[in-house]
């Protein structure tokens, strides 16, 4: 077994606020997948809010603090190594947070000043290695012990592998990406396909994974996220997806919203079903579509996995 | 500058006469087109120090116009109108009259960070969107726009406790914006959320509206972050020359120390 695989058999598990909210489906499956591979998830004790898109927007470095706390929590009190989020923003904010406080001293002294105040150890830069839930399966277990424990099969299901924006962007606080053969590619992202296609998917070629669904302006600039949305849609049904698969609760969120609203409020229907790779993973591993949550989703795919013969 | 997708010249001040004779030569359409003179005398030479003071906006002087920054980005592609790099030109150069011409719609940079991801002087173009709204609003020439105070009701709850119930945020975003949760579309999709769920997983939900969830032991936290915030709104208003009451202060207390001290 090598290093890194000893290492993500067990991690800590930061769920974020919208696993527990709109996108429980998430959590479900990202749960049921890791149970049905072997891989063992501790909660984050006592986790707050990462700071998601907003946070930022009120000021960088309090954005900066609340993920510190959160890895803090997983080194100082844990004794984890590494941390796995299965929503974007928190995956993107904790890594954003691990590089500004290797290379900022401002935002080190800002974080060290709170930590104190807030009465919990000043997380450093080093302590913990934050993953993508994306990072743990493909790493963790393996393209040939995903496939060694699969139970059913994609067989036969068309899916554009949607990835969003802060799985990528920007590239510098993503050091371990971008290098060379087996590592992501943050211009052409490929972990989710990767996966996806040995449980049998058969993924289309998709232009946008990389594109961005308006999800920070989702309620506030709604008609901006709708036409992004719908572009996203459409491409995909272009592409000759019948699913697009997502890692991200809010590209997941908005996209569903975006459909209903793009239809109600547009005329502009469109048919292809949104789902979380983790639930795709889990129909696979042999799970039911309730085990991993797909009657929690909005966009209605029960019946077209039964018609398909998956679930 | 390098590309030409805007120019300072107002497209008002451009004419051109479809049908036009001048001492006998035919200078009908593109022949014929002139430009208006204007001269420009209200330069606000603080305007780059006063974005690079506001989080985000610190490395707008490394900008060289390259124009990757709007070539990549999303909102650009929706509207032409929206574009980084002539507004980093226009806060570079001091041009404020300019930039309030479209005071309107730079609030609406989606943070998708393709800008980030291409500047070749690492700019952050994104961070300086954030600035530049953020400066529009603090100089009072525009209203908070839906962003903003959706980040505020965002950010008030994880301050006050750690984390966030979406549908609180949602129904506090809508009361403040004053729009009607009542449209047809929200209906639809809430219709669509409840269709499969078990019972016991709506009582959770329902649930969740009034129990907020939240971290234990978060009052020391939340008290460090609004001392933060506090001192960081004081410390921008200043930057931008707004605290009339701060600069007062120190106006009046500099002579009378100087008397003290010659006494």
């Known amino acids: ?311 | 500058m390098p590309i030409h997708e805007v120019s300072l010249i107002r497209p008002e001040n451009l004419h051109t006469q479809e049908q036009l004779v001048v001492d006998g030569v035919d200078v009908s359409g593109h022949w014929s087109t002139f430009i208006e003179s204007r001269a420009v005398t209200d330069y606000n030479e603080a305007l780059e120090e006063e974005i690079a003071a506001l989080p985000g906006g610190e490395y707008v002087h490394r900008c060289w116009q390259c124009g990757s920054c709007t070539n990549s980005c999303t909102v650009n592609a929706i509207n032409p109108d929206f574009n980084p790099r002539y507004w980093i030109y226009l806060i570079r150069m001091g041009m404020e009259s300019e930039l309030l011409r479209d005071k309107d719609i730079i609030w609406q940079c989606v943070s998708c960070n393709k800008c980030t991801y291409a500047c070749p002087r690492d700019v952050v173009p994104e961070g300086v969107m954030k600035a530049l709204s953020h400066w529009m609003e603090l100089k009072g020439h525009v209203k908070k726009s839906p962003s903003m105070v959706f980040d505020e009701v965002f950010s008030e709850q994880v301050f006050a406790r750690g984390k966030i119930e979406e549908g609180r945020v949602m129904q506090r975003f809508f009361k403040r914006t004053g729009q009607d949760l009542n449209q047809p579309w929200l209906i639809e999709m809430v219709k669509r959320m409840l269709r499969h769920l078990p019972v016991t997983m709506l009582a959770k939900l329902g649930l969740a509206t009034f129990v907020a969830p939240s971290t234990r032991d978060w009052s020391r936290a939340r008290a460090a972050i609004e001392e933060y915030v506090h001192e960081q709104e004081h410390k921008r208003r200043r930057a931008l020359g707004l605290d009339g009451l701060i600069e007062a202060a120190t106006r009046d207390a500099g002579p009378a120390a100087g008397e003290g001290a010659r006494s």
Not at chain 1, 237 to 262: D, K, N
């Open chain 1, 1 to 311: 077994m090598s290093d890194t695989r000893a290492k993500y058999q067990k991690v800590a598990y930061y769920p974020g606020c919208a696993l527990e909210g709109t996108a429980h489906s998430y959590n479900r499956s990202t749960q049921a997948v890791g149970k049905a591979l072997g891989l063992d998830l501790v909660e984050v004790k006592n986790w707050n809010c990462c700071g998601a898109m907003e946070v930022k927007n009120i000021d960088p470095k309090l954005q900066t603090y609340l993920s510190s706390r959160v890895m803090s929590i997983a080194a100082s009190e844990m004794k984890m190594d590494v941390v796995m989020a299965p929503c974007n923003g928190c995956y993107h904010n904790l890594k954003k947070a691990e590089y500004d406080l290797a290379h900022d001293p401002d935002s080190a002294e800002v974080v060290d000043r709170l930590s104190k105040k807030a009465g919990h150890a000043t997380y450093a830069a080093g302590q913990v290695e934050t993953i993508h839930a994306l990072d743990w399966i493909k790493h963790g277990i393996g393209e040939d012990g995903l496939r060694k424990r699969l139970r059913g099969s994609l067989k036969g299901l068309k899916v554009a592998n949607y990835y969003g924006c802060m799985y990528t962007r920007p590239r510098h606080i993503f050091p371990e990406k971008d290098q060379g053969p087996g590592s992501e590619s943050t211009s052409k992202p490929h972990y989710m396909d990767d996966l996806l296609a040995v449980a049998g998917a058969d993924n289309v070629e998709f232009p946008l994974k990389t594109a961005c669904c308006g999800g920070a302006h989702t309620l506030s600039d709604s008609d901006t996220s709708t036409r992004l949305v719908l572009n996203l849609l459409r491409a995909a049904e272009a592409s000759g997806a019948e699913v697009i698969a997502t890692e991200c609760p809010t590209c997941h969120s908005g996209l569903e919203m975006h459909q209903v609203r793009a239809e109600k409020k547009f005329g502009q229907a469109t048919r292809v079903k949104i789902v979380y790779f983790t639930q795709l993973l889990g129909l696979a591993l042999g799970l039911s579509p309730k085990q991993v949550g797909v009657h929690e989703n909005i966009s209605d795919s029960i019946g077209f996995f039964k018609e398909k013969g998956i679930a």
